[in-house]
């Protein structure tokens, strides 16, 4: 059964002994019960059960009462154990090898999460400005991509006309603010998570491949979410408006300070695998460097 | 082996754990809050789609009497617990059986209530969704009142028989607790069944 | 208690528990009131396996008179109102009487255990909710002789464990079968949430001096999670039971759909019950493989906080993902759309777990004992169960197969692949600790490979019929649709289970009697439980243990090379 188990040395010393305190057997917990079942059952059977299980319900409540008040009641159980040392079994343990030239090589430290926030409210405020253009331009209305984002098909507000859409209106201004402001401080929650990821450049994940990622889902999605939207939105500005997005919040994380990256330690650590001796050997390390 | 294992770091001094009371009690009130918020949901759901009457609006007053009553003996409570803390029973037992008696009040305003609604409108139970989700949701807190008030009047028959004694502090806070929850549902059955369904 | 005497090196020393064993011979009326009277969690927890392990094999049986009835088309073996009774009764019998029972009773005897405590937190309240639960199972099935006589089935409910409304309604179901069916429920309802009370205050309130959190094992971290979950989950289902009483009883309108009572607010109360409930049944059997695959894998599991966190994010998710049970019910785009993803999302947590777990094993020395083998079953067929799982949760596809026997299918992939197998693996693991004798190799084998070619011959071959149409809680059907054959073969592997369920329980009796002595630690495992005799003595430790690491055990056997200098 257990050819591995080889049972430690002991050697014994004196005997202690005590007593522990254990809760005391009842039976108010059963009758209860049973109280409890026969007045439930009662509107099945006859009244006379649920009287005999109120009964039951009020003299096994109180004594279990009696039972914990004012002292729980103990039983005293004399026990005996002596201390032991133990010697080691030396029983070798096997160590899982760890070569550390085909594991990923990961950084020590990244950005934090909260570069990743400020980068995404950042990038948030500066967007604006493409998409403002591309409105300027095309619908000469500060106010068409505020409605298109806010407004159109969410509120109530179904199918306005493209000249609706260049006035002003306030609901759909304070909608598409808290949709720009939870979406930008998602995804910059998001960004800030990914980063440890991919830490090295953070301007090429957050520029090209994240924008591209997220215009490309939106694409895919936006016609469940919000078909309006998808109708009139202009997808060209859309992306650039995204990228202008990433760079931005790239930047803003770039200059959140620099880091140790040529300091690597085992994935194994990195992922946390609680195997005895991996640590030791990387503090082994870290002191000869 | 049959070895306990014992590691030598005096932790015996510093181990601290949670009091199982709180613990449990917090557990019930977690199941207790599921329950009712079935309930809410079922009179939130209902609300307005009666095929007959009669409707909330014609025959609910809101009672203002009961709920300050039930509220503020939230606050008595509290001061009873303050005084057991401090081994203060005298005025414990004062403020513990006004908590008692205010608690008898919320019960009999509701008592009076339902008293109107079936001998004078005429709404009972089995009259419409009204009266099914109506007698429910407040009859499931009245019995939870009913439940503490039985626990509050064993304590307090305790605590004038001169049973109760600071070191019952734990337990009598664990029991306020309870007490405690039951007014917060009442703050939102009311504000439910007497402010937005009426 | 005692203060050691000479602190070793290394730290660790070990307390022998020397205590005379006094053994009298007691009379069986002794020997019973002590199982009545008795508050020792082990005791609880071993009546409660009793009780479940009893309902498995009667529901079992009900299973068996299914299928025979389902063997031929057009057959008699069961009419119509009778087949209805037995689904009705099988479903709620083994999601009541031996799913929940079964894994408390495993919870309760180890939980106290492994935290090195010496009971629960309240061990007359442990008491009365196990009775409060025999009761209403005994009361459910008293249901089949109450009411109409002795004659024929009685007044076993037959709605369907789901109980639809407006069909439980008095003008639909008169007689009392519908009030047993709640009554029984909303008792075992209270036994619950009680046991779920306990067993969060134990793990919070009782673990030994160095048994932080951190450290608990993950089984202890499931069953804290999942009395959560009943708490949130049970405590519904029983409200929704009190309301189609008072419907039933007082008059009332709940789910009276000519008085404008809603029978869809019937299907959304017991899914948010019902859907829970399935990972209030399976997270323990995830809780039994984090303890028996690491030491069969000779290795400490994989990723401890990340198997905590995701069984607390399980937890969270699978409390907004009930309507995915009413697909077909009819919802509006979003809500299909809503519960479409967050169904899907639940794969996410159960994924790290199953990495995890072959995490663990990669590069171990893996034993293939019997309580082994069931958990590589259960990983192989819970994968499976899965995967047909986010078939099922896109809801186009749902609509298609809705209350098909493909659903019948995966669920029971979950109920039976996974969950009964992981039980199985438990009775395997820790009977030599109830007992102090091991269970036979033998007859586990026999038993292992039995269960899996029965297992997979049954619920493999329930896919298809389901995708050729056939609908589920049909009594027979038409020999024309090309259904025979299937359901033959599935009758036949379910005939191959219960010679398997036969072998179990042969062996639980055999072995209690003539079953190897076990000795206290025959796994050579790591969890405090196997540092007490087998069985333990009632007050289990003769000393509060102090533990530093997540593997008490492992330290006291490795003084050399402790996980405590790692932490």
Redesign the interface.
């Known amino acids: 059964m257990n050819d591995m188990h080889t049972p430690p040395q002991t050697h014994s010393h004196e005997v202690h002994t005590g007593t522990v305190h254990l809760p005391a057997p009842t039976a108010w917990p059963i009758l209860l019960a049973l109280g409890v079942m026969l007045l439930v059952g009662s509107l099945v059977m006859s009244v006379w059960i649920g009287a005999l299980g109120a009964f039951l319900l009020v003299v096994s409540a109180v004594g279990w009462f009696r039972e914990v008040l004012p002292h729980e009641k103990h039983v005293d159980v004399p026990v005996q154990h002596e201390i032991v040392e133990i010697e080691p079994s030396r029983a070798g343990v096997a160590r899982i090898e760890v070569d550390e030239t085909h594991r990923a090589q990961l950084p020590l430290q990244t950005f934090p999460i909260s570069a990743g926030i400020k980068g995404g409210i950042a990038g948030g405020i500066v967007m604006l400005i493409p998409a403002e253009i591309y409105g300027l331009l095309r619908y000469h209305s500060l106010w068409y991509v505020v409605n298109l984002l806010g407004g159109a098909g969410v509120a109530g507000w179904a199918n306005p006309t493209p000249e609706q859409l260049t006035h002003f209106r306030l609901g759909a201004f304070i909608t598409a603010n808290i949709i720009q402001g939870a979406t930008t401080l998602l995804v910059g929650l998001l960004y800030g998570a990914l980063l440890p990821v991919w830490p090295r450049r953070p301007i090429l994940l957050g520029g090209i491949v994240a924008p591209v990622l997220w215009t490309g889902l939106l694409h895919n999605v936006l016609g469940i979410v919000n078909p309006y939207l998808q109708q009139n939105i202009d997808w060209w500005s859309f992306a650039a408006s995204q990228v202008v997005f990433g760079l931005v919040a790239g930047y803003v994380v770039s200059r959140s300070g620099n880091l140790q990256r040529l300091h690597q330690a085992p994935l194994a650590i990195r992922l946390g695998v609680e195997s005895p001796g991996l640590e030791g050997h990387k503090t082994e390390e870290d002191d000869r460097r | ?9 005096s ?2 001094a510093t ?1 601290r ?4 009371g709180r ?2 009690m917090a ?2 009130i ?3 809050c ?2 009712f ?3 809410v949901v ?1 009179y939130i ?2 609300m307005g ?4 009457g009669p409707k909330p609006h014609d025959v609910l007053e809101v009672p203002i009497l009961g709920t300050v009553c039930l509220l503020s003996s939230s606050f008595f409570i509290w001061l009873a617990e303050h005084a057991i803390a401090h081994g203060n029973m005298r005025s414990f037992r004062i403020w513990w059986a006004v908590t008692f008696l205010l608690g008898a009040i919320f019960l009999g305003t509701t008592a009076q209530e339902w008293h109107k609604l079936i001998t004078v409108d005429h709404l009972t ?2 009259t ?2 009204f009266g ?2 109506y007698y ?1 949701l407040v009859g499931l807190h009245a019995t939870h009142v009913v439940v503490g008030l039985i626990l509050l009047l064993t304590v307090l028959l305790f605590a004038l028989a001169g ?1 109760v004694r600071p070191r019952h502090s734990e337990r009598v806070q664990v029991l306020a607790l309870y007490w405690h929850f039951v007014d917060a549902v009442w703050v939102v059955v009311f504000t439910l069944v007497y402010l937005v369904g009426r | 208690m005692d203060a050691p005497s000479t602190p070793i090196p290394g730290g660790i020393e070990g307390a022998l528990d020397v205590t005379p064993q006094t053994r009298s011979r007691a009379t069986y009326l002794e020997v019973l009131h002590d199982w009545v009277v008795t508050v020792d969690h082990k005791k609880i927890g071993l009546l409660y396996i009793g009780f479940a392990l009893i309902f498995l094999v009667v529901a079992g049986l009900e299973a068996m008179a299914i299928r025979i009835q389902l063997a031929v088309p057009h057959n008699t073996f069961l009419d119509a109102r009778s087949y209805n009774r037995m689904f009705t009764m099988h479903g709620t019998t083994m999601v009541f009487l031996v799913g929940m029972p079964i894994l408390f009773g495993f919870g309760n005897y180890l939980v106290p255990l492994m935290i090195g405590a010496r009971d629960m937190a309240f061990p007359r309240l442990n008491a009365f909710s196990f009775w409060v639960s025999a009761f209403a199972g005994i009361f459910l099935y008293f249901s089949f002789i109450g009411g109409l006589g002795l004659a024929g089935t009685g007044t076993a409910p037959d709605v369907a464990w789901f109980a639809y409304a407006p069909l439980t309604e008095r003008p639909f179901s008169p007689g009392h079968n519908v009030d047993y069916w709640a009554l029984a429920l909303f008792a075992s309802g209270v036994g619950s949430i009680g046991t779920a009370i306990n067993i969060l205050a134990t793990v919070f309130c009782m673990r030994c001096p160095g048994m932080t959190l951190s450290r608990i094992p993950l089984l202890a971290w499931i069953y804290a999670t999942v009395s959560f979950l009943v708490l949130v989950t049970i405590s519904p289902l029983t409200a929704a039971q009190v309301m189609l009483l008072i419907d039933r009883y007082l008059g009332g309108h709940f789910f009276d759909t000519q008085a404008g009572g809603s029978a869809i607010l019937w299907a959304h109360f017991f899914w948010i019950f019902g859907h829970p409930e399935v990972y209030v049944l399976v997270l323990p059997a995830f809780g039994f493989a984090n303890e028996i695959i690491p030491v069969f894998s000779r290795k400490a599991i994989f990723g401890y906080p990340a198997m905590v966190a995701a069984t607390v994010g399980i937890a969270f998710i699978s409390l907004g993902v009930w309507a995915h049970h009413m697909f077909t019910i009819g919802m509006t785009s979003l809500g299909n759309t809503f519960f479409t993803l967050s169904t899907m999302l639940v794969s996410i947590p159960t994924g790290i777990k199953t990495f995890n777990w072959l995490a663990t094993m990669w590069g171990g020395k893996l034993r293939f004992a019997t309580p082994m083998l069931f958990s590589v079953g259960f990983l192989f067929q819970w994968v499976i169960a899965g995967l047909t799982g986010i078939m099922l949760s896109v809801s186009p596809w749902n609509w298609q197969l809705h209350n098909s026997y493909f659903v019948v299918a995966h669920f029971h992939y979950v109920l039976v692949g996974a969950i009964l197998f992981m039980i199985f693996a438990a009775f395997y693991y820790w009977y030599p600790k109830m007992t102090g004798r091991m269970l036979s190799e033998t007859l586990g084998k026999w038993h292992f490979w039995l269960m899996i070619v029965g297992f997979h011959l049954t619920f493999d071959v329930m896919h298809i019929p389901g995708l050729l149409g056939m609908p589920r809680q049909i009594y027979t059907y038409e020999p024309d649709r090309g259904w025979t054959l299937l359901n033959q073969i599935v009758t036949f592997g379910a005939v191959i289970q219960a010679v398997a369920m036969a072998i179990f329980v042969y062996n639980l009796v055999h072995s209690y009697f003539a079953g190897k002595l076990a000795g206290p630690d025959p796994w050579d495992a790591w969890t405090l439980e196997w540092s007490t005799p087998s069985p333990p003595p009632t007050y289990n430790f003769p000393v509060d243990p102090v533990v530093a690491s997540r593997r008490p055990l492992w330290d006291l056997k490795h003084p050399e090379d402790p996980d405590s200098a790692f932490e």
């Open positions: 082996m049959s070895t306990v294992p014992l590691q030598h770091e932790l015996a181990w754990l949670p009091s199982r613990v449990g557990s019930l977690v199941a207790e599921a329950i918020t079935i309930f079922a759901y209902y789609r009666d095929v007959s139970i089995s419409n969704l099914t989700t429910s049973k």
